[in-house]
């Protein structure tokens, strides 16, 4: 294993420090390192919280600030934050509008969200499982959540910022998750720090389709095909799971697990753009890079997400975060 860092044991304290070092006119280190927050909170505003465990950087620290998230928990990494972290975060970022806690469906962070959401007053969430690849998986019950919890941070934290209403803002965040779907392939295994070692073994000739963030395994091991055609049947099973919905304006999100150069992470988004608009999907807004990653794992993941003129408005709207910044 080859990675910079010190110690196993402080790597994700360093790489906070360090973040939050760099991107000090907007953001704000908690007590112990328990959460990131926006530096200049709005009174009034819902305030919307997410977090995780770390290796999937930039999410979610990497969304705190203005049009997304005011504060974002990190766990170790591949593990979920704990409840104490998530109250600590609610209580620094909560101006009087109460908090709308953005959970992934993983088993560990949906039980630690909904502790801290039961000691807390004022709290509603939104749970997110874009994922089509499998329907239950090593951390989950029920689908995961992925790439497409950016797409619902997004959209509901402009919402936020323009002072929609708690209640309303649940309400958007799951029907953006409604209209999301994701899958993933992965080329090469992860490292986790502390491990020292890939999380799974691939051959050189192979690929792991339906791959999870956390390397979970996907729906088969199979060849390395071209392009095209991995393009094609992730397309196709995201169209699929969509059914009589997949027609009209939509959000295209091809991201990055972290290993994986951008020159290839748009040959995949011309792929499968041109799958998508033969089909009668058009492609009204575009995202491209490595914005929900797991560590130094190879591999993309595509995202489809169904728009009407709410949801194109607010993923238009003026946003300032560390990893996503327009508009302003």
């Known amino acids: 294993m080859k990675k910079f860092m010190n110690a196993v044991d402080t790597v994700l304290t360093e790489s906070l420090d360090g973040f939050v070092a760099a991107h000090a006119d907007i953001l704000v280190l ?36 203005h049009g997304m998230l005011d504060a974002a928990c990190p766990g170790q990494v591949f593990t979920s934050p704990t409840p104490d972290q998530m109250l600590a975060a609610a209580q620094a970022v909560d101006t009087g509008a109460g908090c709308l806690f953005i959970v992934k469906n993983y088993e560990g962070d949906v ?24 329907e239950n998986s090593s951390y989950t019950t029920g689908r995961r959540g992925v790439a497409g919890t950016l797409v619902v941070e997004k959209i509901v934290g402009a919402a936020a910022e323009h002072g929609l209403a708690l209640p309303v803002l649940k309400t958007l965040g799951e029907r953006v998750n409604a209209a999301t779907r994701s899958m993933g392939v992965a080329l090469t295994s992860g490292t986790v720090p502390a491990a020292g070692k890939p999380t799974f073994d691939i051959g050189d000739g192979e690929m792991e389709f339906g791959v999870g963030i956390h390397g979970e395994p996907g729906r088969r091991r199979d060849s390395l095909k ?19 919905r997949a027609k009209g304006p939509a959000l295209l999100f091809v991201n990055g697990f972290g290993g994986t150069p951008l020159m290839e992470l748009y040959l995949m988004y011309n792929s499968a753009r041109k799958i998508f608009e033969k089909r009668g999907v058009t ?7 490595s914005f929900v990653t797991s560590l130094d794992m190879a591999g993309c993941s595509i995202t489809l997400t169904m728009l009407d ?12 975060t560390a990893a996503l910044h327009w508009g302003m």
């Open 111 to 134: 039980m630690n969200f909904d502790m801290a959401a039961e000691m807390s007053d004022g709290v509603l969430q939104v749970v997110t499982n874009d994922d089509v690849a499998v």
């Open 226 to 244: 071209s392009a095209d055609a991995i393009a094609e049947e992730i397309c196709t099973a995201i169209l699929g799971d969509l059914g009589d």
């Open 309 to 320: 003129d709410e949801m194109t408005g607010w993923w238009d709207a003026p946003v300032h």
């Open 283 to 289: 492609i009204a807004r575009s995202l491209v890079g």
């Open 30 to 65: 908690g007590e112990e390192h328990k959460f990131v927050r926006r530096r200049t909170l709005r009174p009034g505003k819902v305030a919307l919280i997410s977090g995780g465990g770390s290796g999937h950087e930039p999410m979610h620290g990497g969304f705190v600030g």
